[in-house]
């Protein structure tokens, strides 16, 4: 029976659970394959010896030896991160290796570079589990929706930061409190900056928009909130007007260029994404046939990221064996036909939103607030104001229509320097209608 | 540049869908696949004259011309039904031609066959447009989920049958009265019989555990229960409940034998398929790697399942540009893995059970029934007895935790002979726990 042999460079969270998806199915993808994969080695710095159920598998710490090896088909890269992941998947692809790789923060930044060396050596590069974990979205973008035209992407795609609100909204607990839990249950990072930063997810949705619209993306070019802001009052007001805060990736395809944005947005409770809890992630697009899909599952965790990592070695290993290296390109399109992106400026992006805003609760404020709205064009949906804490700051909870960026932030700051606005406005954006269908 | 012709069977509603992406599409596709990928030829018996947008392709009245065409190297067939769909596949086939369907009546029943004779001729047949429209599912299980034992399959399947559900349990209208007015809105077939009693579901739940399972899973094994029995009273309860009744798919995979079943079901409303709502469809998977993923999207229409059809066009061109066939088994694993089926007795099924039993309002009838109720075994979780008709009939609602289909069956038959029953039971399984989670 062929053989396919796999080395694995990594033996953290993702590695060591890639390693026992590969053992454990192993019986099942050779009655799908008729193909042996076999994990030959692991490259990990800091491990000693691997765990029985990985008898026979090398174990070295020199990930360069296990490059070197020419029995080796496939690399894996589940070290995260830019150096030295960026390294090791070039020198493999140098040394006509296929690669799979997690790792969104380097495909997101030099997928362009590693893609264009593939093509060079004509080996493959699957990145399947680097957006959405065990969810087989990035297959089904490429592959299952081929004959569209992606009009819309938006996704809950960071676990953490949904864990998070998730909590918020169900206990009412504050932001930092949850956060502290996440971290001692293990499912927020120590240094967590890139999950609630929406970093991470700004990574994961630049993969999908190149995919989507055949551009080459750039991570600078999104925009990018987190949801360190949020208060527990917020996603209170939220549910009154029939909303979920949550934090979303979202581009929009207008042709020529393209929004490209990460922040926390009001979703309407009835919309598939408001409904999307815990750690779980949603990714949903808008096709131009299929109109609405949404996928969704396990966005993160050891073994669902490990049967995404293992899908692309079948994947490459059944090319490999029918002889069609790359018989699907990287990015969907063909090299040749990706173009540069143009994002829209985010100033020029409207959508409702709401507005709490902290005044001292005096005759007049709201018409000097109503005024400063109206001089921007910004239209009121409706006002709460209510409750009032000890040191006499009320909020004054506003929901507008489609109003621009551009238009809220030169609002939000004349209301800011307001003598009756006692601090800063936390501003989140409501789902616009043509999102919401 | 090489050029992919394709022949289409059938012009109808799927068909001219289909017609219309790949003529809207194929600048697209040229990008992503590096071919022309062409609709030579349409046959169609009860078509004259072809739209505008598909000037150039040529209308024949007669398939076997376009199957015995040698420059059509895909022949797409959308005709529905058994014959003469089965007939013009065999001899597509016959004659070197890949196949692709969206017909799950055929599929699930003489799959086997037309897989068999496919891979005699080393020919491809797809059939992703024939479970879950749109939805990419059937990719998404063959190669995107390929590293997981499937534990469960529970889906939203039909969008009439769900269109139906949902205007019920929001308008609290009755089922004669939703499906007239979905037949007047072409949301219904005239002959509504597959959709609302669940033979069209259960089409597409052979399909996917024949895929799921590697196994010949037969139609005749599935238990089938439709949607007619359903009245706005039980909605409401279930509302009381937590719960949304949907028709759902459910296949559990107990390992030396499977669950294989289509009823309508009480789910928790937190449940992701709790929330599939209007004519959208909603498939679940457990697997043993991955957890849970669900894929959402429209089950049915025009350009949503002309996509997964030319989804599948694509994926065949492939495979002829890169002389690959047959790279991925038609059902997921290699036709010499394939096992008989073991279909577990519905009577050993157990579930949580809703029943609503008209009775003659005496005293003494609650008691009777909950005496026969454990005399079977079967314990109350809780008793509703709410409003009398002018008859003097109420309904009493019963809650149970779970009990096997054999006991429910025989304790059902001692109620309903009991002088005080005043007509037929109503009886909805309960999602178990094990399933909801």
Redesign the interface.
């Known amino acids: 029976m062929r053989q396919i042999k796999v080395g694995l460079i990594g033996f953290g969270t993702v590695g060591s659970g890639t390693a026992k998806?590969?053992v454990?199915?192993a019986e099942?993808?050779k009655?799908?394959?008729?193909a042996d994969i076999i994990l030959k080695t692991v490259a990990d710095l800091r491990t000693e010896t691997l765990p029985d159920h990985l008898a026979g598998v090398a174990l070295v710490k020199d990930a360069a030896a296990l490059i070197g090896d020419p029995e080796i088909d496939v690399v894996v890269e589940l070290i995260g991160g830019i150096e030295p992941a960026r390294t090791f998947i070039l020198d493999a692809i140098g040394a006509g290796k296929h690669v799979v790789t997690a790792n969104k923060a380097l495909i997101s930044q030099h997928g362009k570079e590693i893609f264009e060396a593939a093509a060079v050596r004509n080996v493959e590069v699957g990145f399947?589990a680097s957006v959405g974990g065990?969810?087989?979205v990035i297959?089904?973008l490429k592959?299952?929706?081929?004959?569209?035209?992606i009009n819309t992407i938006m996704g809950i795609m960071n676990g953490t930061a949904n864990y998070i609100l998730h909590r918020m909204t169900n206990e009412g607990v504050g932001f930092a409190e949850v956060l502290r839990d996440a971290q001692e249950l293990g499912f927020a990072e120590a240094d967590p900056t890139y999950d609630i930063d929406g970093i991470d997810t700004a990574h994961k949705l630049v993969i999908l928009m190149s995919m989507a619209y055949?551009i080459n993306a750039r991570l600078d070019e999104v925009s990018i909130e987190g949801i360190s802001a949020i208060e527990p009052i917020d996603i209170e007001f939220a549910r009154e007007f029939g909303y979920r805060i949550k934090l979303l990736a979202i581009s929009v395809n207008h042709g020529d260029h393209v929004e490209a944005r990460v922040h926390p947005a009001m979703v309407p409770e009835?919309h598939?994404l408001a409904?999307i809890?815990g750690a779980?992630n949603g990714i949903h697009f808008n096709?131009?046939?299929?109109?609405?899909?949404?996928?969704?599952?396990?966005g993160a965790?050891q073994?669902?990221t490990?049967?995404?990592v293992?899908?692309d070695i079948?994947?490459i290993s059944?090319?490999i064996?029918?002889?069609?290296i790359n018989?699907?390109?990287p990015l969907?399109?063909?090299p040749d036909?990706l173009r540069p992106s143009a994002i829209t400026p985010m100033e020029k992006i409207s959508s409702p939103h709401y507005f709490r805003i902290p005044v001292k609760d005096r005759p007049g404020v709201l018409s000097k607030i109503s005024g400063i709205l109206a001089a921007h064009d910004i239209s009121i949906e409706s006002v709460i104001q209510k409750g009032r804490d000890d040191t006499g700051v009320v909020p004054v909870v506003i929901r507008t229509y489609e109003a621009s960026d551009a238009a809220v932030g030169a609002a939000m700051a004349e209301i800011e320097a307001l003598d009756a606005c006692a601090g800063t406005i936390v501003k989140i954006r409501i789902l616009a209608n043509e999102l919401s269908e």
Chains 1, 2 share one sequence.
């Open positions: 998806v590969m454990e199915q099942r993808l009655r799908k394959t008729g399947e065990g969810i087989p297959k089904a592959e299952g929706l081929a004959a569209n035209r055949g009835e598939m409904n809890s779980y096709g131009d046939m299929v109109g609405n899909v949404l996928f969704y599952g396990l965790g073994v669902p490990g049967s995404a293992v899908a079948v994947d059944r090319n064996l029918h002889d069609s018989r699907v390109p969907s399109y063909r036909e």
